[in-house]
């Protein structure tokens, strides 16, 4: 989202303002306003709900419109707080918080209302999260705040430890999204990709070529974190629901479900079947939307 520094005129989000990131002239600020699952400028979270709301609602009717806002299990009251309070100040009238694993269940089509265990793992930019959810509630949830943002950052740490290069935020997830990778294959030492950056110790700008297992060994310590909290979750669900996960499987969701392999390597470290949703960006989106239609589902489910 991008803000301009004087008096807020510009907002700019999503794709547009992305690509402005760390190609910003001092007038131009860019703002991530929600990091880590949570809000992290307050005054920006509500200029973007405000251009969110205006972008979608239909410019005729002049009642404020019902929002649903999804949040990661777990967070504090005062963060629930602080979500609302951002989404009212910007003209919502109802305002439901849904945890998000819950959403993106409902967004995959998985049977939540039923009693029987489904294990999703929704790995965001943010954050993790594990839930399992039977009978329309979350049984069991924990998350870590290690998503893709996190495997940006061990890209970047990689690159300058070992090439003596700095790259950007944007380079970086580039590299994660066309070069990533958590599993062994055949073919990573042929897929390879030239990158740009700035040499630190000649300070001019070079480029190196780097390939598939490179990055898979970037990620390792995200990764293992990632294994860690799903271990966990197993361990830790009720034994009758464990038994519907070994049958179901493991749903994978959020943008990093597509990193490269990730369902291979949680298959091999748990031996459940894992399943990479169709969407995997949209399932929480398309959830929510489903409860928007369905108000009865809504009710059950918002936690506040
Ligand atoms: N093909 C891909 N491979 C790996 N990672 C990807 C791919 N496509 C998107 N991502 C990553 O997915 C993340 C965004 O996913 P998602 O939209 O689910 O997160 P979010 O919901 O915004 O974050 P959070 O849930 O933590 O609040 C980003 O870190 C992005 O780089
Ligand atoms: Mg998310």
């Given at each position: 989202m991008?803000?301009?520094?004087?008096?807020?005129?510009?907002?700019?989000?999503?794709?547009?303002?992305?690509?402005?990131?760390?190609?910003?002239?001092?007038?131009?600020?860019?703002?991530?306003?929600m990091?880590?699952?949570?809000i992290?400028?307050?005054?920006?979270t509500?200029?973007?709900?405000?251009?969110?709301?205006?972008?979608v609602?239909?410019?005729?009717s002049?009642?404020?419109?019902?929002v649903?806002?999804?949040?990661?299990?777990?967070?504090?009251?005062?963060?629930?707080?602080?979500?609302?309070?951002?989404?009212?100040?910007?003209?919502?009238?109802?305002?439901y918080?849904?945890?998000?694993?819950?959403?993106?269940?409902?967004g995959?089509?998985?049977?939540?209302?039923e009693?029987?265990?489904?294990?999703?793992?929704?790995?965001?930019?943010?954050?993790?999260?594990?839930a399992?959810?039977?009978?329309?509630?979350?049984?069991?949830?924990?998350?870590?705040?290690?998503?893709?943002?996190?495997?940006?950052?061990?890209?970047?740490?990689y690159?300058?430890?070992?090439?003596?290069?700095?790259?950007?935020?944007?380079?970086?997830?580039?590299?994660?999204?066309?070069?990533?990778?958590?599993?062994?294959?055949e073919?990573?030492?042929?897929?390879?990709m030239?990158?740009?950056?700035?040499?630190?110790i000649?300070?001019?700008?070079?480029?190196?070529?780097?390939?598939?297992?490179?990055?898979?060994?970037?990620?390792?310590?995200?990764?293992?974190?990632?294994?860690?909290?799903?271990?966990?979750?197993?361990?830790?669900?009720?034994?009758?629901?464990?038994?519907?996960?070994?049958?179901?499987?493991?749903?994978?969701?959020?943008?990093?479900?597509?990193?490269?392999?990730?369902?291979?390597?949680?298959?091999?470290?748990?031996?459940?079947?894992?399943?990479?949703?169709?969407?995997?960006?949209?399932?929480?989106?398309?959830?929510?939307?489903?409860?928007?239609?369905?108000?009865?589902?809504?009710?059950?489910?918002?936690?506040?």
């Open positions: 991008v803000i301009r520094k004087d008096n807020k005129k510009t907002v700019a989000v999503g794709r547009e303002a992305k690509r402005m990131l760390g190609k910003t002239p001092a007038n131009i600020m860019t703002i991530r306003p990091k880590e699952g949570v992290a400028d307050f005054d920006a509500g200029e973007m709900l405000k251009y969110f709301i205006k972008k609602h239909n410019r005729r002049f009642v404020s419109p019902r649903i806002i999804g949040v990661p299990s777990g967070i504090t009251q005062v963060e629930q707080r602080a979500v609302k309070d951002a989404a009212e100040a910007s003209g919502a009238r109802e305002v918080l849904v945890e998000e694993p819950m959403a993106a269940a409902i995959v089509g998985l049977p939540v209302g009693p029987s265990g489904n294990m999703i793992v929704d790995i965001g930019g943010g954050t993790t999260d594990v399992v959810i039977s009978l329309d509630g979350v049984v069991y949830c924990k998350a870590v705040r290690v998503g893709g943002d996190k495997m940006d950052e061990a890209i970047m740490a690159i300058k430890r070992r090439y003596s290069l700095m790259v950007g935020e944007m380079t970086t997830e580039q590299i994660k999204i066309n070069l990533g990778s958590a599993f062994i294959m073919d990573a030492e042929k897929r390879v030239d990158i740009k950056g700035r040499d630190l000649s300070g001019i700008p070079k480029t190196i070529t780097i390939n598939e297992n490179e990055i898979r060994e970037a990620l390792t310590e995200p990764i293992n974190i990632i294994l860690d909290t799903i271990r966990l979750a197993l361990e830790n669900t009720p034994p009758e629901l464990a038994a519907d996960i070994v049958d179901r499987g493991i749903v994978l969701a959020g943008g990093g479900a597509l990193l490269r392999g990730i369902d291979l390597l949680i298959k091999q470290e748990t031996g459940l079947p894992v399943i990479v949703a169709e969407n995997p960006l949209t399932a929480i989106v398309i959830g929510v939307g489903k409860m928007l239609d369905e108000l009865e589902l809504l009710r059950r489910i918002a936690i506040n």
